[in-house]
C-alpha cells in the first residue's frame, strides 16, 4: 500500500560526504517520523536517524555531528546529509516511515566509503 523509494547512495572516500533521499507515496493517513536505519555485514540493524513530525531528531552516537536529517511533510519525503563519511559507515542503508498502526521500509541503497 506504501512505497519509499529510495535515491542517492553510492561509493566514496574517507571524509567525502553524501546525500541520501527517500519519498514516501501510497494510501498514509499520517505520517509520524521518518528516518534512517543501516545495516552491515555480520552487524545488526542500527538506527541512524529519526526525525519527528515536530521536528525532534534522534540520532546513533556513531554519526552525530556528522550526519542532518531534514523531512518536507507537503511532499513526504526525507533526506539524509552524511558527511565526514568513514570506512564503518559503509552499509545497506533502509528509509523507514512510521504511520500509526503501519510501519513501512524502503528497498536499500547501498554506500560504501574506501580509499
Known amino acids: 500500500q506504501v512505497q519509499l523509494v529510495e535515491s542517492g547512495g553510492g561509493s566514496v572516500q574517507p571524509g567525502d560526504s553524501l546525500t541520501l533521499s527517500c519519498e514516501a507515496s501510497?494510501?498514509?493517513?499520517?505520517?509520524?517520523?521518518m528516518g534512517w536505519y543501516r545495516q552491515a555485514p555480520g552487524k545488526e540493524r542500527e538506527m541512524v536517524a529519526v526525525i519527528h513530525e515536530s521536528g525532534l531528531t534522534d540520532f546513533a552516537n556513531s554519526v552525530r555531528g556528522r550526519f542532518t536529517i531534514s523531512r518536507d511533510n507537503a511532499k513526504n519525503t526525507v533526506t539524509l546529509q552524511m558527511t565526514a563519511l568513514q570506512p564503518d559507515d559503509t552499509a545497506v542503508y533502509y528509509c523507514a516511515v512510521t504511520h500509526p498502526p503501519f510501519a513501512s521500509w524502503g528497498q536499500g541503497t547501498q554506500v560504501t566509503v574506501s580509499s
Open positions: 501510497g494510501t498514509i493517513s499520517n505520517i509520524v517520523a
